[in-house]
């Protein structure tokens, strides 16, 4: 007799400026999931906040996969929240996919809704997925554990009516200057800033997204990334490399120019890479981290080596994001990935339901 399906309830779209990135991964793993171990609910979360159940998306979805819109639409019938997280029969098992990116979603509150609902879902808890959004909060972190990261200075907005506060950034972390705002995703904010001129503009930019603003000295080292999966024993996967086609990996390089190479594994010697691996479940159990999550490191090879930049807690999940490419250049498939990461979130669930039951 065959095992009963679970019921995987992909959440996308969200009220961040990161909304349209998420309709993106959305899409393909709706595309991707192994539709004999799972039944898939898409919902969508509008920019204003409406929960939806995306019927134009499950019509397209049982019409076949590439009956899907390359950006799922955050259109449907309305619900509420908890009905989304709802049973529809006794002993049905639900996962919730919250393909979310940015605040509101990727920064422990979804994640704090879930965990309320008593629902497992795939990827870090609320402390981690919140230490991770706050950049600045997650670098306080690492300093604590170790963890070797670029030089750095981090102030709320109050601090910015100090008019001598750019000449104390350039006189600590010296030009240019990369900065951005402590809680977003995808590049979004980011500027690099040349002379005292750009860095007051680049502050201005940055508190435009949140109230926090990191300030981080210019490394001139290659771009890696390394995927870390798993819950208690999590293990890493080869490393990629990221070449920019701009003078950063900016919004628009990620997402739209396509001018960045990609290079899935990166050219590093046997010894680098082993150590990035090592590097990367560090900073990752550094941050408790559980399910998944990117860790971006910058390569000195000629002065400090390896620098953990930041950990990205739902990385972009598209086939061709960093993500899932350095999993598949590890042996792990995309579809195989989805269905791991949805057994990781009911271990995990499991094993925390026993400690209140």
Sequence with gaps: MAEPKIRLVVLFGGQSAEHEVSRISARHVLAAVDTRRFDVDPVAITKDGRWLLADETKRALAAGADSLPDALPTTGTSMEPLQALSPRDAGEQIVVFPLL????????????????????????????????????????????????????????????????????????????????????????????????????????????????????????????????????????????????????????????????????????????????????????????????????????????GLLVNEINTMPGFTPVSMYPKMWEASGLSYRDLITELAELAIERSQRRRRRVD
Excluded at 120 to 135: E, I, Q, T
Excluded at 223 to 229: F, G, K, S, T, Y
Aim: net charge negative; hydrophobic share 45%.
């Design 101 to 304: 990116h940015g605040p509101l979603g990727e920064d422990g509150t979804v994640q704090g809704l879930l965990e309320l609902a008593g629902v497992p879902y795939v990827g870090c808890g609320v402390l981690s997925s919140a230490l991770a959004m706050d950049k600045a909060m997650a670098k306080a972190v690492f300093a604590g554990a170790g963890i070797p990261q670029a030089a750095y200075m981090s102030f709320h907005a109050d601090e910015f009516a100090d008019t001598q506060l750019p000449e104390r950034l350039v006189t600590a972390l010296g030009l240019p200057i990369f900065v951005k705002p402590a809680n977003m995703g995808s590049s979004i904010g980011v500027s690099k800033a040349h002379d005292v001129h750009e860095l007051h503009a680049a502050i201005v930019t940055a508190l435009t997204y949140d109230e926090w603003v990191v300030c981080e000295e210019t490394i001139d080292g290659r771009e890696i990334e390394c995927a870390v999966l798993g819950n208690r024993s999590p293990r890493a996967s080869v490393p990629g490399e990221i070449e920019p086609g701009a003078e950063f990996y900016d919004y628009d390089d990620k997402y739209f120019a396509g001018a960045a190479k990609m290079m899935v594994p990166a050219a590093v010697p046997a010894d680098v890479a082993a150590d990035i691996e090592v590097l990367a479940v560090q900073a990752y159990q550094a941050l408790r981290c559980e399910g998944l999550a990117r860790v971006d490191f910058f390569y000195e090879s000629t002065g400090r």
